[in-house]
């Protein structure tokens, strides 16, 4: 099942008022799991709440995510645990309740200033009147699903035999390289699998007032990854194509069979965030077919008969700012035209060079550029909204909350369902 936009803002308006919990679980700690690459971990500043502001369509969301003083609100009944990236390499766990700050940040196990699609999402679960939540958060940046999140049933990882090919011929080792690519196969999802288990083991630890009489309930897995298979030309050699990725949507089915039986949850509801980078990508569009393709493999999953009402792809690409996004194209033009005047062209044959401008020169030109290319208005809409590159969806907390209810949203409607 693949969410539209009109269907999931539906679902996520109907959200709002605060809702009787499902009856079925009612009084249980609802477990939520959520994994994926750098844009699960997030990177939308806190700052950037501002941004929602400026549109009417997120000025309501704005008022879930913020108290009236303009601070980031804290869940009263949702708890995180979050396994990530520690400074100086390896993993780290943070945990407390909810609020902003639990996206990427240096020290895993304290708060920083930037964060992802958990905080809206265990909002969003929390105004619905699901409850209490626990959240499992396991996410770290630069992952791929083909060798980092490889999930045990898809085997080893196998090189393609002309990548073979093109390592022997620049005389590499290649026993090393499959040996090094064997060792590191797989160990991110088993870190993920390992602290579900540990934070499971003992959900007081991170829930304080945890009801053991009442027990837990594994309630939904949400999956948000994929930048780094996208732009993997060596592994996905015919990404161009319209099967180019079909390697990736078996690796995705895998990963949902393998994550149910390791986390002893036949039916887990599972939510797919299909990466939309760079927005909505029209299919004549033949500058980001290589995007195209990939949203199409990502959503392929939900599609199988045997994932079909407990496997939904939620579109993210709907959420891309593009006002943001063509200010920050001006904000290019201007690097380019710094970098013209920094490096220009070498002049014809016989010409004299072009005097070299110096650095005062140069910052004055680019500035009196920006000037005539960005407006004020769009210079405070940036301040406001971006904190981030493009693949990271420029760090944009109108979008990391957009999506996060979203994914909350697909996720209620999975747990009404029949198991």
């Known amino acids: 099942?693949?969410?539209?936009?009109?269907?999931?803002?539906?679902?996520?308006?109907?959200?709002?008022?605060?809702?009787?919990?499902?009856?079925?679980?009612?009084?249980?700690?609802?477990?939520?799991?959520?994994?994926?690459?750098?844009?699960?971990?997030?990177?939308?500043?806190?700052?950037?709440?501002?941004?929602?502001?400026?549109?009417?369509?997120?000025?309501?969301?704005?008022?879930?995510?913020?108290?009236?003083?303009?601070?980031?609100?804290?869940?009263?009944?949702?708890?995180i645990s979050e396994r990530t990236d520690a400074a100086g390499g390896g993993s780290g766990e943070g945990h407390g309740k909810l609020t902003a700050g639990w996206g990427a940040r240096r020290d895993p196990g304290a708060l920083g200033e930037k964060f992802g699609p958990e905080f809206a999402f265990g909002l969003a679960l929390e105004q619905a009147g699901v409850g209490p939540v626990l959240i499992i958060k396991t996410a770290w940046g630069g992952k791929s699903l083909h060798t980092d999140f490889r999930p045990p049933s898809a085997g080893p990882f196998v090189f393609p035999a002309d990548q073979l090919a093109a390592l022997t011929a620049q005389g590499k080792d290649v026993e090393a390289i499959q040996a090094e690519k064997t060792a590191a196969t797989g160990r991110y999802y088993r870190e993920m699998i390992a602290h579900v288990r540990r934070v499971l083991a003992d959900p007081a630890r991170v829930c304080p007032g945890y009801d053991a009489t009442a027990g837990y309930e594994l309630a939904g897995f949400v999956w948000f990854q994929g930048w780094n298979d996208m732009v993997d030309r060596s592994v996905y050699p015919r990404r161009d194509q319209p099967d180019g990725y079909a390697a990736y949507s078996d690796l995705l089915a895998q990963l949902v069979r393998d994550v149910r039986k390791d986390l002893a949850a036949p039916q887990l509801p599972f939510v797919i965030g299909v990466m939309g980078v760079d927005g909505p990508v029209a299919d004549g569009d033949r500058r980001r077919v290589v995007h195209r393709h990939f949203q199409a493999a990502m959503a392929a999953p939900a599609e199988l008969p045997e994932f079909r009402g407990n496997v939904v792809a939620v579109r993210t690409a709907p959420f891309w700012p593009v006002d943001l996004a063509a200010i920050v194209d001006k904000v290019e033009q201007c690097k380019q035209y710094e970098h013209s005047l920094r490096k220009p062209k070498a002049p014809a044959a016989g010409a004299p060079p072009p005097p070299a401008l110096s650095d005062a020169a140069v910052r004055e030109a680019v500035a009196a550029f920006r000037a005539r290319t960005i407006t004020p208005a769009e210079e405070a809409l940036l301040v406001r909204g971006v904190s981030n590159a493009a693949y990271h969806y420029l760090g944009c907390g109108r979008t990391m909350a957009q999506i996060g209810t979203a994914f909350a949203a697909a996720v209620q409607t999975l747990m009404k369902a029949p198991r």
């Open 1 to 79: 099942m693949i969410l539209a936009r009109s269907t999931w803002w539906f679902l996520a308006c109907s959200m709002l008022p605060a809702q009787e919990p499902t009856p079925a679980r009612a009084g249980r700690l609802q477990v939520f799991v959520l994994a994926g690459q750098s844009n699960m971990q997030g990177h939308a500043k806190i700052t950037t709440l501002d941004g929602l502001a400026d549109d009417p369509a997120t000025v309501p969301l704005l008022a879930q995510l913020r108290t009236a003083d303009g601070k980031p609100r804290t869940a009263e009944r949702v708890w």
